[in-house]
């Protein structure tokens, strides 16, 4: 009988080999394809109950874990809630959304640039910890751009962002209204799906982050694209004559565009400088037609348009410049109106990059990558985004910018000691809503240090006074302020 | 056969140290775990585990020291096998129940209940190498045991004792106790098997027609195979048992080959278990759900009756990875069942790919030690015995840790030694009893072997010495 003994114990051989390789099938080869089914809680469950690392703001942290006694073991807490809401996001057991969501694997520890420490966690036997993730926010900054949209009448709805020309670095974005993350990373789960479906259902939008995910008609601050355009063309200088008459016959229409208050800009012809001064629609849309759809929709493009541009956050909207339009509409978007619509980040690269000799630089949030010990793992470089004008071009701009807040509409932004480039602009949308309005400026004129877009969408303010930028324009003084007092 | 190895002059060590060394591995094992699940669950060492310890030694060695008296050409690697198998299951389920009981689950003490079940599995076992002197005094009993198998397995179905639980009937319920006669019949079926084949596999063997090179039985020795699978049949139909199904009949079939040492049983075999496979897929719903959970686990994780389980244990070790996620760090909490069929995967989860292999390879050295005595051992019964044992748990851990793996459409059957399981630990310890019973009658050194000396005298002071 041993002869079939011998065959039974080759083929027991076979089964507890097929038992082995498909053992170290399962566990070592799909093992990653399991912990990305979205439906494995024991992947979302560890990642929850990590010691995550701290956002940071300067030293101040915005959002950090807490040790708690609870099978979750730590709970993530943010300092200042609403201020920052909208760049931090918020880490739920069931999401994450803004930075908690782009730098989630430095923050959860998994990060191949944290390989090494997690290799001492795991061999010391010591949980594993997140990286610390630190922002480019000035702190300072961020304090004057949220205090400013809270001192708005009624509930106002707007955005700010603040960037620094020469780096790109994003010195200030808030959102208002806002949410408090605080509410979202409990550890009681009802309790979230609770506020969740209460914040999806807000229609004031508290999720969205305005300063990059909503895209609204820039109104007359676009006519500093219209204004570049023009300039690069070579057939303008700052002192060029424009027209400056009371009414704009659109082409292939009978419709005739006027200026804001009705009446002539002072006088038929005026020099651009006094055109982008009082916000004259006639000679922007003057312009707008005399160029046309190619070279305006170049110039937007140059400036960021019908792109993202900001790699930390998720969500950005890319503001728009359709390049199909016709004559009419091109004419019409020559003052930002007809298709054409902007984020308050890429209208804040528009100043920025006027600011910066006409070189854009890429906007970015996330300033340093640190290890749980501190020690340094990434800094982020600065890098160029476009050239999108001439710095000749720049200057000119920048000198007709400085005009407006000295002699023009934007005074309300003006600095004593300090030399204030800026722009006001007040969009259409229906006659039922009021307009938007929008501030954009930077300072100091002659080595600009930090640059600004506000954005305001609706409020209690009355109809007439949003002209003028008497609701952007302190806004952004403040924060301009703030970072050059820091 | 074995006579060649004394004819060369090998005589077998008894190697008893070598096997209490074993053992204490084994307890290194069995207690190393418990402590680690103290230290990983709950951060510190378990206050009782000197008490449990010292309950685990104690029948460690006192198996051992049965087995030096009783038994001492045994085998030396099957005991602490067991030993080490058994004190890692019971560490596991300890692990469970305190997550159980963490979970606010009634029923959290598995543990507790499996080391008396533990006790009283040693405690066969000892009682078996004491009064079972001789292995080949069962082939006595064929017919009888048998007959007890077959009524052990119909227990079920009667009215008060009998019951189902999960829809399979093969649960009985005494003075609140729950067993599982089908674990205690298989042991009798291998004992029946083995006594039925060694007296008739002459006439099975030889008769027979030869088509395509294969030998295929005559029609009228087709009677045992068909009473079997009718058996297996109906324990699949009637007691809605897949697992058990599929082990007995395997085990009938391999134990037929090796006693005819013909493979045409085995196609012949294999045929009937295809058109029964074939028939239950086809007429049982059961049968086509878990064919489909197999194929597609992934599709059916929320359905009712779906693959929640087997998707779990799926995650569970691939979240436990190559080393896996340590005692108390894991979550096999979330597998139903994971104290008893499933506990491969809890081990996989917290103690990695390294384990599971482990594990495995126990398993493999248990049937290869088994499969070794059958082919030393000097009687046929004894041999059919050997390789029925071997092959009953061979069959059984390649179905359970082949369907919770993923390589095999899911049956249930608990893990020898490793599962909660009262019959199925009792048995199992009385299965390696038996093997050791066998193995040391196959190992002694053979008496009659100082015949080759033709000195009358030395011969009858030999036979004295020896009486």
Known sequence: MNKPIRTISMFCLLLFAALLLNSTYLMYVRADDLAEDPRNRRVITAAFARERGAILVGKETVARSVEVDDKYKFQRTYAQPFKYAPITGYFSYYSQTGIERSQNDVLSGDDSRLFVTRLVDMLSNTEPQGGNVELTINAAAQDAAWDGLQALPGDAKGAVVALEPSTGKVLAMVSSPTFDPNLLASHDLSDVEDASDQLQDDPANPLINRAIGTTLPPGSTFKLITAAAAIESGNYDQDSLVPGGAKFQLPQSTTKVGNW????????????????????????????????????????????????SLEDLPGQASSLYPADMDAPQTALSGIGQSSVTATPLQMAMVAAGIANGGEVKRPYLVDEVRAPNASLLDK????????????????????????????????????????????????????????????VSFAPADDPQVAVAVMVEASDTAREEIAGGSLGGPIAKAIMQAVMGS | MSQSGTLMGFVHRRRRGAELFLLLIALVVGIGAYAAVGLGVEGTIPTDIVAYGGWLAALVVAAHIAVRLVAPYADPVLLPLVAALNGLGLAVIHRLDLAYEAAGKDNHTFATQQLTWMTLGVLLFIATLVLLRDHRTLQRLTYTSGLAGIALLLLPFLPVIGGQKNGAYIWI?????SFQPGEVAKVLLVVAFAGYLVLHRDALALAGRRVLFVDLPRGRDLGPILAMFGVSMMILVLQNDLGSSLLFFGLFLVMLYVATERPGWLIVGGLLFGAGALAAYTFVGNVQNRFNFWLHPMDYYESSPGSYQPVEAMFGMGWGGLIGRGFGEGMPERIIY?????????????????????????????????????????????????????????????????????????????????????????????????????????????PRMTDVNDDSDSESTQVVRLR
């Open chain 1, 261 to 308: 208050q009705g009446g002539s800009c002072g006088g038929n012809k005026i020099t651009l400088t006094q055109a982008l001064a009082v916000s004259c629609n006639v000679s922007f849309l003057t312009l707008a037609n005399e160029l046309g759809t190619e070279a305006m929709t170049e110039q937007a493009e140059a400036f960021g348009f019908n792109s993202t």
């Open chain 2, 338 to 446: 994971a104290e008893s069929d499933y506990i491969i995967a809890a081990i996989g989860e917290e103690l990695g790919l390294t384990a599971v292999m482990a594990v495995i390879l126990c398993y493999g050295l248990i049937v290869e030690r088994a499969l070794r005595i059958a082919l030393i051992s000097r009687d046929g019964f004894g041999k059919l015995l050997a390789v029925g044992f071997a092959s009953i748990v061979a069959l059984q851990v390649f179905v359970v840790i082949g369907g919770v793996t993923g390589l095999i459409p899911l049956t249930g059957l608990t893990t020898p030694f490793l599962s909660y399981g009262g019959s199925s630990l009792v048995a199992n310890w009385v299965i390696i009893a038996l093997l050791v019973r066998i193995s040391d009658h196959a190992r002694r050194p053979i």
């Open chain 2, 173 to 177: 319920y005494v003075a609140g106790f």
């Open chain 1, 380 to 439: 982020t470089e600065e890098s160029t985004y476009s050239r999108a004008i001439s710095s000749t071009t720049a200057d000119q701009l920048t000198d007709m910018m400085v005009a407006t807040v000295d002699d023009g509409t934007a005074g309300i932004a003006a600095i004593p000691g300090v030399r204030v480039a800026g722009k006001t602009g007040t969009a259409q949308s229906t006659d039922s809503r009021p307009p938007y309005a929008w501030f």
